[in-house]
Structure formats: structure tokens, C-alpha cells
């Protein structure tokens, strides 16, 4: 059995993407990004291969300040996918309602009818009643507001 540990050449520091323990090396041979084998004595009881880096043909532990680096940047990554997230959803939200009249019927009819409703209300406090192009102009701008998840 060898121990294949795959780094990542374009980072610096080269760090650890995977481990994996394969019977036959040979295919990994010609590859720039593997160590066949490595001596991984140093990374001994580093359990998070995360913290694992590539220097000068040898496996070790990244130093304090790189696995400070390496979480900063991984928790930026990952909070600026839930924000993407977030405002694709925002976008489908307000651009559904651009193309109100091919939305799905049921959401058209409850919106119908919660209009209709505030309409009676409005009427018997002698108040103007509220269009749809109203309507669609109150729920586009809560969405896009961000007061909406």
C-alpha cells in the first residue's frame, strides 16, 4: 500500500488537498502535485488535514499564522456564497414578479385575494382601493429592501 498526498502547486503555502492510501502509486507517478509515500512523521497528531502544507518535498504542519490565513479566507469564502445565495433568491423573487401575469396561479390567486380583502377593508374606511401594479410595487420592494428572507 502507498500513501498518495495530493498539494496544491499554485498555493502558497502548497496545501494538503487529499490523502488516500492506494495499492498501485504508478498512474500518480508523472503527476507534480503528488508525494508517493511521503514521511508524514511531522504531521503526526495534526488530525485536520486542512493544516497540512507541501515544502520542499516533505509534509508538515502549516504555522499559526497560516491556518489564521487559511480559516480567515475559507470562512470569507463561505459567507460570500450565502450572500450570493441570498441575493440570487432576492433576484429570482423581484424578477418573478416583473413577469407577473406568467406567474404560477396559486400565488396569483392568493395575492388576489388578500387584495381584494384590504380593498374591502379600505372601502369601509372610505379609503382608495390598491391596484395590483400597487401591489407588485409593495412586494418587489420589500424584497429588494433585504428586509425579507
Given at each position: 500500500m502507498a ?5 496544491a502547486e499554485?498555493e502558497?503555502?502548497?496545501?494538503v488537498l487529499g490523502v488516500?492510501?492506494?495499492?498501485d502509486?504508478?498512474p500518480?507517478?508523472v503527476?507534480t502535485d ?5 514521511d ?18 516533505a509534509?508538515?504542519?502549516m ?6 490565513d ?8 463561505a459567507a ?7 441575493d440570487?433568491?432576492?433576484a ?5 414578479l416583473?413577469g407577473?401575469?406568467?406567474?404560477e ?5 392568493i395575492?388576489?385575494?388578500?387584495l381584494?380583502?384590504i ?14 401594479g ?6 418587489k420592494?420589500k ?7
Amino acid at each position: 500500500m502507498a500513501t498518495i498526498v495530493r498539494f496544491a502547486e499554485s498555493e502558497t503555502p502548497q496545501r494538503v488537498l487529499g490523502v488516500r492510501r492506494l495499492v498501485d502509486p504508478a498512474p500518480f507517478r508523472v503527476r507534480t502535485d503528488v508525494l508517493i509515500s511521503p514521511d508524514l512523521s511531522a504531521v503526526e497528531g495534526v488530525v485536520d488535514e486542512d493544516f497540512w502544507k507541501h515544502v520542499a518535498g516533505a509534509i508538515v504542519s502549516m504555522t499559526a499564522q497560516e491556518i489564521t490565513d487559511f480559516d480567515t479566507a475559507r470562512s470569507d469564502a463561505a459567507a460570500r456564497a450565502v450572500q450570493d445565495d441570498i441575493d440570487a433568491t432576492r433576484a429570482d423573487a423581484a424578477g418573478g414578479l416583473e413577469g407577473f401575469g406568467r406567474s404560477e396561479l396559486i400565488l396569483r390567486a392568493i395575492l388576489e385575494i388578500i387584495l381584494k380583502e384590504i380593498n374591502n377593508l379600505r372601502t369601509e374606511h372610505s379609503l382608495t382601493p390598491r391596484t395590483t401594479g400597487q401591489l407588485k410595487d409593495a412586494i418587489k420592494a420589500k424584497v429588494e429592501s433585504g428586509d425579507v428572507d
